[in-house]
């Protein structure tokens, strides 16, 4: 094995290239054909021991895996690998090389180097210009010394600042090297407790997440604790850290960085110097993260019921607003601090009545459905919070009109050119398209319609052959709402329109980017983790067979499956989202291991008690670890649920592969709409 044939493998494992072709990885990896089908006999020659065709090749050319793999199991695999088995390339020799000098304390000649990597002494000996033109780059140097061997040199910080750069550049090597059983033999272990075992710091690391309500992504979380592991030795060879100047405290990282010395320093019996507190702090910076900041384990809840919340006003304004994914993000955050036992504090703010005064139709479609949050909170909403959640609506609707742009519009007026000019004007002020002509009623014969996308006309126009939108010559709140109804009907006539899913449909790799730093729909879900025609008694059994998937990946144990039958005992069927389409769900603290989604298509749809949507068809589990991770992936969810097209086509998917591109592919298309008509914005 070696790099190209391990990231074929994690290429056709990836969920979005679950199937991918001969010509696809040629062209991916810049070889041949007959190169690729090479590395698929090695491959398959390396995996026996899992299955006797991992990786198939059918007579069209396409590659996929065998459908009894399991995937977690693989990337354990892959990262486990020695290097006896897998083939070091020219540059993972030289950071292999770095690691080791790194690691040591001592001289360590050329043979141990080779001997540990499987290659000849003459090969590391050639490798290491390039190990010294890496470490020029830090301002650190290898010191050859005869008949002893090699050691680094340099400023301590440069080190670790060389280290962190190959941790973040080939974190899988990394882990990969730190895996080798004979690495032991490069580390001083009577001065430290390390013992080559990373459980520990991954430990400590968690405890800190917990404690500090802030939540690593998972490579940010792996890079962290093999810099720790570097740190912990180091430290504990005596090598200090002097930085140059301070870092800057900030809060979050400072309170962070100090919890994780204080931990280590404790259980590995170290005494850190403060300027280690500010090298992991800046450390900590570069991460990325997934934030908690008010723990509240009910928060899907909440976020169903903001959903419904949304949906209702949209209904009563005639405008969509389920679209606005900031709308769905924020409102759901103020409404999880609402129902909050403090509750909220409001700032003096002297405008808002003055805006509600100005909105009344949007303070009248509030009113109307605000019994739905009412019954959440078992509590009468103030008027004071109403008021505030119509500032959070009126938002939406400015920001939509506002992002309506490159429409083309003709604007048909016969009362003279200065009342033309005005209702062109009040259109701008409201809206941001282009408007192509402003004609009299005569002139429309001789103009060509074709290249406008909406006709606003002040005079009616039935009879002529073509929609348009009557207004007055002054426009009003009605003319406002119809103009925004109309702008929205074109921008989701991509969606709306669909009419065929193309079965054999093979997915770009860039739908998981749709959302950008956060995890999309078809991503979260994955192939692995759909089933169909499974057989189910009732609604709990059909929850317990969609569960059994997450249970089996190890992402929740069987409390969390219970507490999601408890809660709909409790609360009743509101979990059922859409017709035909339940979404179990409960608290994160009843036995969630990691962020997690399965679906499954039942054989025989059961019923979940809600007459207008049952029987269900489909059960959706989530698990989730904090308010934000899932958020993206259940907002594209509840809106594609809202198509049609989708409900009949993730029927008609005769395989898990197919149901899951028809899911990727609505998903695309959603986000691609969401794009280009602006309502999404991805700050």
């Not at 030795?233 to 301070?246: A, H, W």
């Not at 608290?587 to 019923?607: A, F, H, T, W």
């Amino acid at each position: 094995m070696d790099k190209r044939k391990v990231n074929i493998v994690y290429q056709i494992i990836n969920k979005s290239y679950q199937n991918t072709s001969l010509y696809k990885l040629a062209n991916d990896f810049s070889v041949s054909e007959r190169t690729i089908r090479n590395d698929i006999v090695k491959i398959n020659q390396y995996f026996s021991y899992i299955s006797d065709k991992f990786l198939k090749l059918d007579s069209s050319g396409m590659v996929y895996l065998d459908k009894d793999i399991n995937i977690k199991d693989v990337k354990e695999a892959l990262k486990g690998m020695n290097f006896y088995d897998y083939t070091l390339s020219k540059e993972e020799r030289v950071f292999v090389n770095i690691c080791i000098l790194i690691l040591s304390n001592r001289y360590v000649t050329y043979q141990e180097i080779a001997k540990f990597m499987y290659v000849s002494r003459f090969t590391v000996i050639d490798d290491f210009s390039s190990v010294n033109d890496f470490l020029k780059d830090f301002n650190l140097e290898v010191f050859s010394l005869s008949n002893k061997g090699l050691k680094i040199h340099g400023l301590e910080r440069n080190i670790r600042k060389a280290i962190l750069n190959i941790i973040i550049n080939d974190t899988e090597l990394v882990a990969r090297f730190l895996k080798q059983e004979t690495l032991n033999k490069f580390i001083d272990l009577k001065r430290t407790k390390i013992e080559g075992n990373l459980e520990i710091i991954y430990k400590i690391i968690k405890e800190v997440e917990y404690e500090n309500k802030t939540y690593f992504t998972d490579i940010s979380l792996e890079r962290l604790s093999y810099y720790l592991y570097f740190m912990i030795i180091r430290i504990s060879y005596g090598e200090i850290v002097e930085m140059k100047k301070k870092t800057d405290n900030c809060q979050k990282n400072g309170k962070m960085a100090t919890d994780l010395l204080k931990r280590i320093g404790q259980y590995f019996d170290l005494e850190i110097e403060e300027d280690e507190f500010g090298l992991l702090q800046e450390m900590l910076g570069r991460l990325n993260y997934i934030r908690r900041e008010v723990n509240n384990p009910d928060i899907i809840k909440i976020q169903m019921v903001t959903r419904k919340f949304i949906e209702l006003v949209s209904s009563s304004l005639n405008i969509n607003l389920n679209n606005d994914y900031n709308l769905f993000m924020n409102l759901s955050s103020h409404l999880e601090r609402l129902f909050s036992s403090s509750g909220i504090k409001y700032p003096e703010y002297f405008g808002i009545d003055k805006i509600v005064e100005k909105n009344k139709v949007v303070l009248k479609a509030v009113e109307e459905n605000i019994k739905i949050l009412e019954e959440y909170a078992k509590k009468e909403i103030s008027y004071t919070d109403i008021k505030f959640i119509v500032v959070y609506i009126c938002v939406a609707i400015e920001k939509k009109k506002k992002s309506v742009k490159d429409l083309s519009v003709i604007i048909v007026c016969n009362n003279g050119i200065s009342t033309s000019q005005l209702l062109k004007e009040q259109l701008l002020k409201y809206f941001d398209f282009i408007i192509i002509e402003v004609l009299s009623l005569h002139q429309l014969e001789n103009v060509s319609l074709q290249h406008a996308d909406l006709i606003i006309s002040t005079i009616p126009l039935d009879g002529y052959g073509f929609e348009y939108i009557h207004v007055s010559p002054i426009l009003g709140i009605e003319d406002i709402v119809n103009i925004d109804k109309k702008l929205d009907d074109i921008k989701m006539d991509s969606i709306r329109g669909f009419k065929k899913i193309n079965k054999n449909y093979t997915l770009p790799q860039s739908i998981k980017n749709n959302f950008i730093n956060a995890i999309g729909l078809s991503e979260l879900l994955g192939v692995e983790n759909i089933e169909i025609d499974v057989l189910a008694k009732d609604w709990r059994d059909s929850i317990r067979k969609a569960a059994r998937i997450l249970e089996k990946n190890g992402d929740i144990n069987q409390r969390y499956t219970e507490s999601m039958i408890n809660n709909v005992e409790k609360n009743g069927p509101y979990i059922v989202i859409s017709k035909g389409f339940a979404l179990p769900h409960s608290k994160y603290d009843q036995g969630v291991n990691r962020l997690g989604m399965s679906l499954i298509r039942l054989s025989k749809p059961v019923e979940y008690g809600i007459k207008e949507l049952d029987p269900i068809e489909f059960v959706c589990v989530m698990s989730t670890i904090d308010n934000k991770a899932h958020l993206k992936a259940l907002f594209t969810l509840v809106n594609i649920l809202k198509l049609d097209g989708f409900h009949r086509d993730i029927r008609k998917a005769k395989t898990s592969e197919s149901l899951f591109n028809v899911i990727a592919y609505y998903e695309q298309e959603f986000n691609r709409n969401l794009k280009s008509g602006g309502v999404y914005n991805e700050s």
